[in-house]
């Protein structure tokens, strides 16, 4: 073993796909590329994620409490990493980066067309906004895209690399 720099752990954890968050205020719909996010219970179904007080997302997540997750598979990678790499303060970005907002049933905010998944979300607890920019998600509403069959996700690791969903194994389980 040797050391690592407390500033490279997150390379080692990060969660989950990297999926798109979308949120709308004011008429106005803006998505954003996040990493940072995990299950925390499954029924209801919760997500806590990490959104910066410097995304332009953050003051219409916090103002609103509603956003969608929306899960883009492999082929949307570089689109994804576009959408990450701009502020929506000055860019339309459905527009600039060909994504297609859809309308959602249960919040404002819209779903994204192109991913193989759309969650519906809505704030459950902010208690931990201030000190740590993390929002508890409820999923209210879920969606997929049946066409888009065994889609692969990406993982971030940092530094513009990313690994692809590999092989699926199945083993004995005693979990639901």
């Known amino acids: 073993m040797k050391n690592l720099a407390l500033s490279e752990v997150y390379r080692l954890l990060e969660p989950g796909p990297v999926v798109l968050l979308t949120t709308a205020q004011d008429g106005r719909a803006n998505v954003m590329t996040m990493s940072w996010h995990m299950m925390v219970e499954f029924t209801p179904p919760l997500v806590a994620c990490v959104v910066s007080g410097r995304d332009y997302s953050f003051a219409a997540l916090r103002a609103t409490g509603e956003c969608v997750i929306a899960i883009p598979a492999v082929d949307l990678a570089a689109k994804v990493v576009e959408v990450g790499n701009s502020s929506g303060r000055d860019t339309d970005k459905f527009a600039a980066?060909?994504?297609?907002?859809?309308?959602a049933k249960r919040v404002a905010a819209p779903l994204v067309?192109?991913?193989?998944?759309?969650?519906e979300c809505k704030v459950a607890d902010k208690t931990l906004v201030d000190r740590y920019n993390l929002f508890v998600l409820e999923v209210?509403?879920?969606?997929?895209?049946?066409?888009?069959t065994h889609p692969k996700t990406i993982h971030h690791h940092g530094y513009g690399t990313?690994?692809?969903?590999?092989?699926?194994?199945?083993?004995n389980s005693r979990m639901p």
């Open 97 to 103: 980066f060909g994504l297609t907002p859809l309308p």
């Open 113 to 119: 067309a192109e991913c193989f998944a759309n969650l």
């Open 140 to 148: 209210v509403k879920a969606w997929i895209d049946p066409a888009q």
């Open 162 to 171: 990313f690994a692809v969903d590999g092989e699926t194994i199945t083993l």
